[in-house]
């Protein structure tokens, strides 16, 4: 098998995001029976002309803004501010950044605002929440409302009173004319009739924006909103949500990648009392009032089922698989005459394993049909997107489909796409009652995407003066984000191409970047030593002036490089890298521990320099750096899914080890806080420097260059 | 099948009748709608299902109902009194320590059982024993702080 076939192949990308929804065609092309066996009611839908495929996701989040200040800005009569955007917090601390840049537009504290997000039924559809889009894109679409709702109310007051707006001051809800002391209230003037006719003008775009060095509320660590919901275990999830008569639900699964269903007997199921059986061609679920009810009903039919099996790649020849698969061949070096020129050349191929996101909440949807309408609560990134695609296996219009996405429990990129939502949708419809589906973990780590695993080869020359003089870089299956060198390299071909992949792509923090970045890392190093050079050097003298230099010269004062590097401790070792993406900079430093007897290699210090333009929220930003860190500990160092025979080896957090407490090296961070740019999102590229300067640490401590993600130090290593 | 089991939950007498072999965590959530114990791995690899029973940390996911049979369990819920929040509450939210937030109610009542038991613990004492609980976020730093907050706390 070349594919999964549960995928059709339609890798969306957009945005640089990987959307590879699982295609639904039920009731599409055949006629469908959906059984539900309690009732003994059948259910029968029509044939109807195949939909024209349509591309799944959201729009790309951010652009002009052409919708009215009442679409994000909401000033009730009791002067309450809703703030109303489309994107999601997963824990990446957007809900309180767009707080703030309401706040501070509106001179309100930020307990005056309530900000609602991903009810697609009530908020703008601001695209996904990827990309570390929400920082350049939607911060500045809130402001600009929130500016214009401040005009507008100034303008209201300036009139009544038949001053100018500029004797007027606006605080924490208050409109106060300097001069008389006279004063309005937001909520007074929201009940005028002239401020609900101004807020459905367009937002201008004109607004002033409150310059950066007059932030009063942006700029300062403002907490999570809703954190005590949070430490009280008040915050409903999606996983939380329950509905009346509400039933669970449960899917049967193939046993391994792409296995036909043969035969299933289905009656031990039916003959369970409370239990509703549901069959539409291969898809097969079971709804119960209880988890375990719908469980034993599953096992029930699960064991009657007979499935043929199709071929499918093993974990550990992926990475020839891959390479022989590139559509139209891996390009050639055409550089030969700098090669043959060169005083140093090298050539190398670096490997970066599949992982995956595995976030604490596993997909999850609760769906409600009412009067042909679904609403849906579950947990995504791309509620619009969602919505679509709801849309599209329903044969619904769009209105018809409401997705509300409460706070959710991590996404790293793994919740693009909508197929709990849709099997739990078919469950509801077929049970005629709400039902909750949550996948277990072994299921997200078998049927949830995966961040591609990377083939990446690169071929370098060096001239006399030990500078690059020409380079090539070709990242195989993983993507083109961050494929370009930072560095003057001379002559230079940088791509990516696409293989077959064998499993179910989907994005990641920081995306193919992490992988490029690793590869390019650690090959600078190569190319570092080949020339005799130490490797910071060896980058400056590659590095024009500007923001990367800036974040890796800062990471090396502050870790000491120089003198360290001095240091010769048996089994200790430093390394270093950096690198862009997303308009935000990195460097990493990294203290290493050598475990020869078992094998380990023990983080012991990174020191990091990043920056993002003018910082928002200081602590929110270092806490997304430090996630970003160790999370980058787990690919670096130990998660790989290991499959075969088209079943994952390792679907469990017994088996696929994370980060945890014991992994955690000394931390040493420090944000540039450059207040002259604009802001750019920080939850991403922070991750992508921490593998490299590890492999490289390895190899300064052993001389042992290790050239896959996760590094793993060899059987047999030098004394 | 079903048998009616008495138990204490968050100080309050309980009895549920249904299947005893029915996990605590479902039970919790789906009959008795205490939903801040979270589902995060089924088979006590994360934390994020702990709860106290007779005071010491259990992984719900993998007890049975039956098996708690006339014990005191305590839940994300039952920890603060009155709206009054238990200091290990406090030190979370002092010290930001969350980030999506789902594993936050399982970290709490592992570090209420470990700081019951163990009013002063050393550090490696606290990294050893959290150490079964996952952050998939990695938010461990502003954990660890909220820990050593706690266990500062708990030693005045």
């Known amino acids: 098998m070349e594919r999964d076939p549960l995928s059709n192949g339609l890798s969306l990308i957009e945005d640089e995001q990987i959307i590879e929804p699982v295609p639904f065609d039920f009731g599409l092309k055949r006629r469908t029976f959906v059984q539900i066996v309690t009732t003994g009611l059948m259910i029968a839908a029509a044939p109807i002309s195949a939909l024209a495929q349509q591309r799944g996701g959201g729009q790309r989040g951010g652009g002009a803004e052409t919708r009215p200040v009442s679409a994000r800005i909401h000033i009730g009569r009791d002067g309450n501010v809703t703030v109303l955007t489309g994107k999601v917090e997963m824990g990446q601390g957007a809900r309180a ?135 009280t275990g008040a915050h409903r999830y999606a996983s939380d949500i329950k509905r009346p008569g509400m039933l669970r ?51 029930a039919i699960a064991k009657t089922a007979k499935w043929e099996s199709v071929p499918h790649p093993a974990s550990k020849d992926v990475y020839d698989y891959l390479r022989e698969r590139v559509s139209g061949g891996v390009p050639k070096n055409e550089f030969a005459d700098e090669l043959a020129a060169a005083k140093h050349k090298l050539r190398a191929t670096y490997h970066t394993a599949y992982i995956q996101h595995a976030p604490m909440e596993t997909r999850v949807a609760v769906a409600e049909w009412q009067d042909g309408k679904l609403t849906v609560w579950t947990g995504t990134q791309n509620p619009f997107g969602y919505r679509s695609e709801l849309a599209r296996a329903f044969r619904l219009s769009e209105d018809k489909v409401r997705v509300i996405v409460p706070d959710t429990g991590g996404g790293f990129g793994g919740k693009h796409t909508g197929e709990a939502a849709i099997e739990t949708a078919r469950l509801a419809q077929a049970a005629g009652k709400p039902v909750s589906l949550k996948w277990t973990r072994e299921e997200e780590f078998t049927w949830a995407s995966f961040r591609p695993a990377a083939v990446m080869d690169a071929e370098a020359s060096l001239d006399e003066n030990g500078k690059l003089s020409s380079w090539y870089f070709i990242n195989i299956n993983a993507g083109g984000s961050a494929v370009d060198a930072p560095y003057r390299t001379g002559k230079k071909n940088n791509r990516s191409v696409n293989s077959q992949p064998p499993l179910r792509h989907g994005s990641y923090r920081a995306l193919a970047s992490t992988a490029n970045n690793f590869a390019r890392e650690c090959f600078m190093d190569e190319l570092a030593n080949a020339a005799g050079a130490d490797p910071l050097e060896f980058r400056l003298a590659h590095l024009d002036s500007g923001r990367l230099r800036d974040v890796l010269e800062a990471a090396a004062k502050r870790f000491n490089w120089t003198e360290r590097v001095k240091q010769k401790t048996r089994n200790r070792g430093f390394g270093l890298a950096c690198g862009t993406e997303k308009g935000s900079y990195v460097a990493a430093c990294a203290e290493v521990e050598i475990d020869r007897e078992r094998k380990r290699i023990i983080p012991r210090r990174v020191c990091q320099a990043y920056e993002c333009g003018a910082i928002i929220n ?91 993600m996760p590094l793993r130090l060899p059987e047999k290593m030098p004394s | ?60 996911c993998v007890r049975s109902l039956g098996s708690v049979a006339g014990k005191k369990i305590t839940t994300i ?13 406090e030190a979370f939210l ?44 990695c938010g461990y730093p502003n954990i660890v702080k909220a820990i050593r907050h706690a266990a500062a706390q708990a030693r005045r």
Not at chain 1, 689 to 705: C, D, E, L, M, Y
């Open chain 1, 97 to 231: 950044e767009f707080t703030q840049a309401a706040a501070e537009e509106l001179r309100l504290r930020v307990e005056q605002i309530q900000v609602v997000l991903s009810d697609t039924d009530l908020v703008p559809n601001d695209g996904l929440t990827a990309g570390s889009r929400s920082t350049p894109s939607t911060v500045p679409l809130i402001r600009q409302a929130a500016a214009a709702a401040r005009e507008a109310l100034l303008t209201l007051a300036a009139q009544r009173w038949s001053v100018e707006p500029s004797a007027i001051e606006l605080r924490e809800g208050k409109l106060t004319h300097t001069a008389t002391k006279r004063t309005l209230t937001f909520g007074e003037l929201a009940q005028s009739e002239e401020l609900p006719k101004a807020s459905e003008q367009p937002a201008p775009t004109d607004a002033k924006l409150t310059a950066t060095r007059d932030w009063k509320i942006m700029g300062n660590s403002v907490l999570r909103p809703n954190a005590r919901d949070l430490v």
């Open chain 1, 249 to 299: 639900g449960k899917i049967l699964r193939p046993p391994s990648y792409g296995a036909k269903l043969v035969s299933v007997d289905l009656a031990p199921a039916k003959e369970m009392k409370d239990v509703i059986v549901v069959r539409d061609g291969d898809f097969i679920g079971v709804c119960a009032p209880t988890t375990h009810l719908a469980q034993l009903a599953l096992e």
């Open chain 1, 618 to 708: 200081p602590d929110n930003l270092r806490a997304q750096v430090e996630g970003c860190i160790l999370m980058g500990l787990g690919p670096a160092l130990r998660e790989a899914m290991q499959f075969e025979n088209g079943r994952m080896q390792n679907a469990s957090f017994g088996d696929y080890e994370v980060p945890r407490f014991t992994d955690l090296p000394e931390l040493d961070i420090h944000l540039l806080n450059r207040t002259d740019l604009d802001s750019v999102g920080g939850s991403e590229t922070p991750i992508i420097a921490v593998a490299p300067a590890i492999g490289n640490a390895v190899f300064q401590a052993t001389g042992v260059r290790l050239r896959e």
């Open chain 2, 1 to 60: 099948m079903d048998q009616t089991i008495n138990f204490m939950l968050n100080g309050q007498p309980k009895t549920v009748t249904t299947d005893p072999a029915r996990r605590l965590l479902e039970v919790l959530r789906e009959d008795l709608d205490l939903t801040g114990t979270k589902y995060g791995c089924g088979e006590s690899e994360c934390g994020a299902c702990t709860v106290l029973v007779d005071g010491a940390a259990v992984r719900s």
């Open chain 2, 77 to 89: 819920e039952g920890l603060s009194l009155d709206g009054k929040l238990h200091p290990v509450q």
């Open chain 2, 94 to 137: 002092a010290e930001q320590a969350y980030q999506c937030g789902y594993c936050i109610p399982g970290m709490i009542l592992g570090l209420v059982s470990l700081l019951e038991r163990k009013p002063v613990p050393s550090d490696d004492e606290i990294l050893s024993r959290m150490d079964g609980h996952l952050c998939r976020c």
